[in-house]
């Protein structure tokens, strides 16, 4: 048999929500990419929960678009529900979460995907990498990737690999004494990669999650469930696209509660459960935790939340949120029908555990390329994250940065003060995860600067320089910058006097009456004031208002019909929460001042000395880019980073006295 | 250079010694050391002199709104010398303040300098500003880092041991209030649908009050500490002619109480205030307790007994020349909840009773030291084991907390400052998810005093108390 030889730029290996975000950018920068999965139905599956974004994963998605990826633009293609979580509370943890129905999200980004130029797709396993070792005097010896190998032994050449494999790598699904070496949903497990990862020094490690049960919809009690509708003005994820595009009906949840009964099938069948019964090796995640562990753990809840959601308008499956197990069949059924509703529930697929391979993210660069392999890189729950929205970003990073490196540009490292996504890849790369990774607004100490509503103003910029934004809509942005900026100035330096206009205004909105002039941005300030109803004594607004979208347009052509609404809210909030903001922009000009001081590639770290030994190993074992990544890692203390900075600034001045001869 | 604010630290070590300096070094020394120092005809003058000139006159607290004479402010009568950028240590702007060299002087100089907006400085940071500036030869770059690692050692061990008892006790518990709060806040937000925060606001506000109190008297205990305004009560009791009166007099350094070799010479009590390094001891001299029929006596060893319950501290004097006997063991029958420091006296002599058998009935908690008020012998040790006892916050006249750490006060502050903008916020209606920029600024504040870092606590908190999840 002659052996088959294509030559590619970038394999994409797993076309789930992290694939199909690198395949795209790989393929719209113009790379000849093919992106690989075990079955083409399954191109960005969701095999568990039917939606996307929710708190700090909304904050994901809007991220990812503003860069120029795709899941935005999908779910607002797709979605039957919307809503936009948390708005009692501050603007910065506002987020969006909308259901998709499942079946079309998957089959729109197929669509997507397929007529992508530059985009093969390819229905096979990869079982093997190709590499060579490398060498070079001023660095250690290096791997470099020359391409991956199919089950059916095709080789694929190519500069760049990006594996988006997820739950794929020797998968292996518990319900109960049953178990099945599959993938999600019965598909095709990969069992060959994790071979030859290893055989390439790659240290590997196995997480589990798991899934709860769908049922038929027809054997669903919906009276005794209360109904959780969508939001009346629906907002969309994407910056680019027209929200009058997406006001349409919308689908109901449902919501009803464990009970006591619940827990006790549970508790008397815990021997049955393969984690508790010491089945499960890998390490799951404590932020979606299975309905057993939810009894034991929190013994004292008398009920807990259950949350029932279409998969989709053409299907009658639904989605018993809050449920996840890997309980025996049999206990499944007795279980779900103590609950009030789904006391004839119908099992349309059990709900089941999986555990599978991934690796150890602080093997990775901050551009999610293997710190020891040139041309590897990696994304999604392959990397150690949980969820969707993780995934595509985490995806559409290492697709810009396989490109970047391909056509010799610098790498696109996003940092823990602008955006979720650097926060998700620097916890990734830095910290030691041991279970499932998922974004939570807590985790980005940033975060009132990290909002939704700006993540445009954030990123665009930055996905449009490496070139997945177009020249249009970053004229746009700038339009809505220059809008914002003029507006804030003139409310900054409108004044209102205390005259019997204002006093009257103010009485009628509950608001205390003036004793000297304001601005108009000082009542802005008042908790009872808005920029809207400030429209009353704003006389002059309309006219300067449009005076400044005139000056916008002339400037940068065109400015569309929404984007003034967009603008009030940034004013607003700037004006609004700005003693906060300022507060958190100081904090950031701090951490700014670590991330600057570059560690060098080849640092020698048993060269500096007074370094306590744990620091040292943990250093050479993680190779921080920076001195600010190496103080985030656990086991370096202060201490070691002053002796690290002083040896750093010890060395430049080494290098200028060498300069001098 | 890496950073740009002004620090000050007491350069020349915690120790009583005869001369102490206060160095400040960054752009805003010259400006602070201008505000707090005087010459002897009230002229701030500092902004004027010229570089590497030595000054007389005062250093003065700040003063109050109201008219007032300024020398009731003055701190100390001090030297100031000022050294302008870059001929000085650490090659910025420099001022050193020579003062006297007690521990609590020092402290309170410092202090002062602190409250004019000047950050303490980390262990070692002059000389790693000095390097980054480029003052230091090249080859001290590395002494430079074992100096910093041996220095950030030292600050942590000696913050450990000052952290038993107490201290530790009361922060840790506060840093737990706080992390479960932003847990809460924090888990809602991330799962709204499962935890609500309906009537947060009003709960969160009434216990950061409380909060707040607890860390204001905690702080306010360092200047006011009444440990240091007024003394440590200290009561000396043993058996008659232990060597009590002896110890006194030995401590006071003159003959005050009436030593004889006959037992019961002390029938009154006397009393006798000393300076320790820096600390007052209220040192009482009780007369011996024994059972006795002598009105005279039994009136003292009443009184003693009364002192001992008030005391701060007990020095228990056993003579060991003699067996232990009914009354020494009716002394340490008094001590239990007492600090209590044994001295094992007459060791001159020759030793009757034995230490082993002594440590099976004195408290747990009690030092031993042998002394000899003869030769002087273990009365150094003695001073060594008060101002030890003293700035480990170990004595203390009530359950009262007192700060005798300046870096635990600053971090105190700190805590109690962000608490107070979650209140604002509070007030002003913000929304919840406002308070936890600050909650967790207050948990690292707090977390200084311990040594600890921030890190994964909060997710960790989250995960353990609330239930999450889809």
Same mark, same amino acid.
């Given at each position: ?8 730029? =970038? ?62 633009? %999908? ?88 594996? *988006?494999?997820?739950? +794929? ?5 518990? *319900? ?61 994820? !994407? ?79 639904? +989605? =018993? ?23 004839? *529930?119908?099992? =349309?697929? %059990? ?94 100490? +940033? ?34 910058? +220059? ?28 608001? !205390? ?111 921080? =880019? ?36 | ?29 010259? #400006? ?102 480029? &003052? ?44 479960? @709060? ?15 925060? @309906?009537?947060?606001?009003? &709960? ?107 005391? #701060? ?41 034995? @230490? ?18 003869? #030769? ?76 600890? @870092? ?17």
């Amino acid at each position: 048999m002659s052996e088959i030889r294509e030559k590619m730029d =970038v394999c994409v290996v797993g076309a789930g929500h992290a694939g199909c975000e690198a395949a795209l950018a790989c393929a719209r920068l113009g790379l000849e990419t093919v992106i690989f999965t075990v079955s083409i139905d399954s191109i960005a599956l969701m095999p568990c929960n039917p939606n996307i974004g929710g708190s700090s994963k909304g904050h994901l998605v809007r991220e990812l678009d503003a860069l120029g990826g795709e899941m935005g633009k %999908n779910i607002d293609k797709t979605f039957i529900q919307s809503k936009m979580l948390n708005v009692s509370k501050g603007p910065a943890v506002h987020s969006l979460r909308a259901q998709a129905d499942k079946a079309e999200y998957s089959r729109a980004m197929r669509k997507v995907l397929e007529n992508q130029e530059h985009l093969t797709i390819k229905q096979a396993e990869v079982c093997e990498l190709l590499w060579e070792d490398c060498s070079d005097p001023d660095k250690t010896p290096y791997k470099k990737m020359t391409g991956v190998k199919t089950d059916t032994g095709i080789i694929y050449e190519c500069k760049a690999v990006i594996l *988006c494999t997820g739950t +794929y790598l020797k998968a292996r699904c518990l *319900c109960g004494e049953s178990i099945t070496h599959t993938g999600p949903n019965g598909l095709q497990a990969a069992n060959y990669l994790t071979q030859s990862l290893e055989k390439m020094g790659i240290e590997m490690r196995r997480f589990k999650t798991g899934t709860p049960a769908r049922m038929d919809k027809r054997s669903i009690d919906f009276t005794k469930m209360e109904e959780q509708f969508g939001d009346e003005k629906i907002i969309p994820f !994407s910056f680019s696209t027209d929200p009058d595009s997406v006001q349409k009906d919308q689908v109901s949840c449902w919501l009803t509660y464990t009970n006591e009964q619940t827990h006790e099938i549970i508790r008397g069948n815990l021997d049955r459960s393969p984690i508790y019964a010491g089945i499960i090796e890998g390490t799951g995640p404590r932020y979606c935790p299975s309905i057993e562990d939810k009894v034991v753990k929190f013994a004292d809840k008398e009920r807990h939340q259950v949350f029932i959601e279409p998969e989709g308008i053409y299907t009658n499956e639904m +989605y =018993v949120g809050g449920m996840s197990s890997s309980l025996p069949e049999d206990v499944q059924i007795a279980m779900y029908r103590t609950v009030p509703g789904l006391e004839n *529930c119908k099992i =349309v697929r %059990n709900a089941y555990a999986i555990e599978y391979d991934c690796i150890n993210a602080r093997q990775l660069y901050p551009s999610l390329e293997f710190k020891r392999v040139k041309g590897l890189f990696s994304g999604g729950q392959f990397n150690g994250s949980s969820g969707y929205e993780e995934a595509a970003c985490q995806g559409l990073i290492a697709g810009i940065n396989a490109s970047m490196e391909i056509l010799g540009r610098e790498p696109l490292v996003l940092d823990r003060s602008e955006s979720y996504i650097g926060v998700l890849i620097d916890d990734l790369v830095t910290k030691d995860n041991r279970e499932p990774y998922r974004m939570m607004t807590s985790r980005a100490e +940033y975060r009132l600067l990290l909002r939704q509503d700006n993540a445009d103003l954030r990123l665009r910029k930055k996905g449009y320089e490496v070139g997945l934004i177009s020249e249009e809509q970053y004229k746009e942005l700038q339009a809505k910058k +220059y809008l914002i900026e003029k507006e804030v100035n003139r409310l900054k330096n409108t004044t209102v006097g205390a005259n019997k206009e204002v006093q009257n205004f103010l009485e009628s909105m509950g608001s !205390s009456s003036l004793k000297t002039a304001a601005s108009l941005a000082e009542l802005i300030c008042r908790p009872e004031l808005s920029y809207d109803v400030l429209g009353f004594i704003d006389s002059d607004r309309e006219k300067y208002v449009s005076r400044f979208i005139r000056e916008a347009e002339n400037i940068y052509g065109i400015v569309s019909k929404n984007l003034f609404d967009a603008v009030i809210e940034q004013v607003e909030i700037e004006i609004k929460y700005e003693g906060y903001i300022i507060r958190q922009q100081r904090q950031v000009e701090q951490y700014k001042k670590m991330e600057k001081k570059k560690i060098p590639e080849n640092m020698d770290y048993d060269k500096v000395p007074s370094l306590r030994l744990e620091a040292r190993q943990k250093l050479k074992e993680f190779r921080p =880019v920076s001195v600010g990544q190496a103080s985030r890692i656990s086991g370096v203390s202060p201490a070691d980073v002053s002796v690290l900075l002083v040896y750093l600034e010890n060395a430049k001045m080494h290098l200028k006295e060498d300069e001098c001869f | 250079m890496y950073q740009v604010d002004t620090i000050a630290a007491i350069a020349t070590g915690m120790t009583d010694s005869g001369i102490g300096i206060i160095r400040i070094s960054g752009k805003d020394s010259v #400006d602070v050391g201008n505000s707090l120092f005087c010459t002897p005809s009230g002229n701030h003058i500092l902004k004027n002199v010229d570089s590497h000139t030595l000054h007389y006159g005062f250093i003065v607290d700040k003063l109050p709104q109201e008219p007032c004479v300024w020398k009731d402010y003055i701190i100390d009568e001090v030297m100031i010398v000022v050294m302008k950028a870059p001929r000085s240590y650490t090659g910025e702007d420099t001022v050193e303040i020579q003062c006297h060299g007690g521990v609590l002087v020092m402290q309170k100089i410092l202090s002062a300098v602190l409250d004019a907006g000047v950050r303490l400085a980390e262990p070692g940071e002059f000389s790693k500003r000095a390097f980054l500036n480029g &003052r230091m030869d090249l080859s001290r770059a590395e002494a430079v880092m074992d100096l910093i690692h041996s220095q950030n050692e030292y600050a942590l061990q000696s913050s450990v041991s000052q952290l038993k008892g107490n201290l530790s006790e009361k922060v840790r518990d506060l840093r737990e209030q706080i992390i479960y @709060e932003v847990a809460f806040i924090e888990s809602s937000l991330d799962d709204p649908e499962h935890i609500s925060l @309906e009537g947060y606001s009003e &709960r969160l506000y009434e216990k950061l009050t409380a909060i707040c109190s607890i860390i204001e008297k905690m702080t306010g205990s360092f200047e006011n500490g009444k440990l240091i305004k007024e003394g440590i009560n200290t009561v000396i009791v043993g058996k008659p002619n232990a060597g009590k009166s002896s110890l006194l007099n030995t401590l006071v350094g003159e003959e005050r109480a009436i030593v004889t070799d006959i037992a019961g010479t002390t029938r009154d009590i006397l009393q006798e205030t000393i300076r320790l390094h820096g600390i007052s001891l209220n040192i009482t001299d009780t007369a011996g307790i024994r059972n006795t029929d002598d009105i005279v006596e039994k009136l003292g060893v009443e009184k003693a007994l009364e002192h001992i319950k008030s005391a #701060d501290l007990v020095l228990f004097v056993i003579d060991t020349s003699v067996e232990l006997d009914e009354n020494d063991k009716a002394v340490i029958s008094m001590l239990s909840d007492k600090k209590v420091i044994v001295l094992l006296n007459k060791s001159d002599l020759s030793m009757v009773a034995d @230490e082993k058998s002594l440590k099976s009935i004195i408290p747990d908690n009690a030092g031993i030291i042998r002394t000899s008020t003869v #030769d002087n012998k273990g009365i150094d040790e003695l001073e060594e084991a008060i101002k030890n006892m003293f700035f480990q916050g170990q004595l203390r006249s009530s359950n009262e907390l007192v700060i005798t750490n300046i870096r635990h006060k600053e971090a105190l502050q700190e805590t109690y400052q962000s608490l107070k903008l979650v209140l604002n916020s509070i007030e002003a209606a913000m929304p919840e998810d406002f308070y936890s920029i600050d909650l967790m600024n207050a948990y690292a504040s707090l977390g200084r005093i311990m040594g600890e @870092e921030v890190d994964d606590d909060l997710v960790d908190e989250i995960f353990s108390k609330f239930c999450m999840g889809k």
